[in-house]
């Protein structure tokens, strides 16, 4: 009896499709590699700066390599080992940070803080159309960020950080959650311990274009809602100020003053507590104005628990 034979085009075409479809994928993934390679490279000596960046991963993701990354950022340069980043081919504008390497800020003295993170989470959604913010969120989360130099030694705790774009009002809608930042000024002259702060870096296009480029004209933040905790300040002993609103700005020397409205809860020497609606927290070149501060309280709306 003989043998039927399979029919040899019933497998040259479907065998000829997949290779098609593999053929296609692959042109797909190199040009968007490329693509991305060189939207890195155009950032080069401007945005930031680094000396090699591969785009491996093929087939299945994205993987972006820098090494020797550097930015200034507020008067310090920051300088990163290494970085990598992926994403999946069929969702380009989701990134992970996998693996951060050799963090460090240095000052204008070469004063150099090394910067440990534990247990970090780090996503960023890009947005790749021009009239849009080009960031759609970054979220990062870190349970301990590790500030180490030859003076001292500084951690913060259970940090969440999260930067939304805002099209609409043309700004980075921003929610802060941690403990540790009262070590850090504008905060240290009160030793206030920021709970969770959210508000608004307003004009995202001239964030876009750069930090230093948003400083300069005329950068603001806006300060819409606050919790923080109040450890020692003068005669005040602890206490919680709520509901902060109010406006930031920075000069060409990355000081920051402004104005922020809150309603205080203290406790006075000890044991007596009280309310201090719409008390003015002024800020003068990244420090608490203590006097003006206390000179802005209108005894008559002050009372007591």
């Given at each position: 009896m003989k043998q039927k034979?399979?029919?040899?085009?019933?497998?040259?075409?479907?065998?000829?499709?997949?290779?098609?479809?593999?053929?296609?994928?692959?042109?797909?993934?190199?040009?968007?590699?490329?693509?991305?390679?060189?939207?890195?490279?155009?950032?080069?000596?401007?945005?930031?700066?680094?000396?090699?960046?591969?785009?491996?991963?093929?087939?299945?993701?994205?993987?972006?390599?820098?090494?020797?990354?550097?930015?200034?950022?507020l008067g310090q340069n920051l300088h990163i080992d290494e970085i990598n980043t992926t994403t999946r081919p069929l969702s380009p504008n989701l990134w992970t940070i996998d693996k951060v390497i050799g963090i460090s800020l240095s000052d204008a003295n070469n004063q150099k803080t090394d910067i440990i993170p534990t247990n970090s989470l780090a996503t960023i959604n890009l947005n790749y159309q021009p009239n849009l913010p080009r960031f759609q969120r970054i979220s990062i989360e870190i349970a301990n960020l590790d500030f180490k130099s030859t003076q001292n030694s500084k951690t913060l705790n259970n940090l969440k950080i999260h930067f939304l774009g805002d099209a609409k009002n043309n700004a980075y809608g921003f929610s802060f959650e941690g403990n540790g930042l009262g070590q850090f000024e504008p905060f240290t002259s009160a030793y206030l311990e920021p709970q969770i702060l959210r508000g608004l870096v307003l004009d995202a296009k001239a964030f876009d274009n750069g930090y230093e480029n948003w400083r300069n004209n005329n950068g603001q933040i806006a300060i819409k809602y606050g919790v923080v905790k109040l450890n020692k300040?003068?005669?005040?002993?602890?206490?919680?100020?709520?509901?902060?609103?109010?406006?930031?700005?920075?000069?060409?020397?990355?000081?920051?003053s402004g104005v922020i409205d809150n309603n205080a809860h203290i406790e006075v020497f000890s044991g007596n507590k009280i309310a201090i609606p719409n008390f003015k927290i002024h800020v003068l070149n990244s420090k608490i104005d203590i006097q003006k501060s206390l000179s802005s309280i209108d005894l008559g709306k002050i009372s007591a628990n």
């Open positions: 034979l399979h029919n040899p085009i019933g497998l040259i075409i479907p065998w000829s499709i997949a290779f098609l479809v593999f053929f296609i994928y692959a042109f797909y993934w190199k040009n968007t590699a490329q693509k991305i390679e060189a939207a890195i490279m155009a950032q080069k000596g401007k945005a930031f700066d680094f000396s090699h960046v591969d785009v491996e991963g093929f087939p299945i993701r994205f993987s972006v390599k820098l090494k020797n990354f550097s930015k200034p950022i300040w003068g005669i005040f002993n602890s206490g919680d100020f709520t509901n902060l609103n109010g406006n930031l700005a920075i000069d060409g020397q990355n000081n920051v």
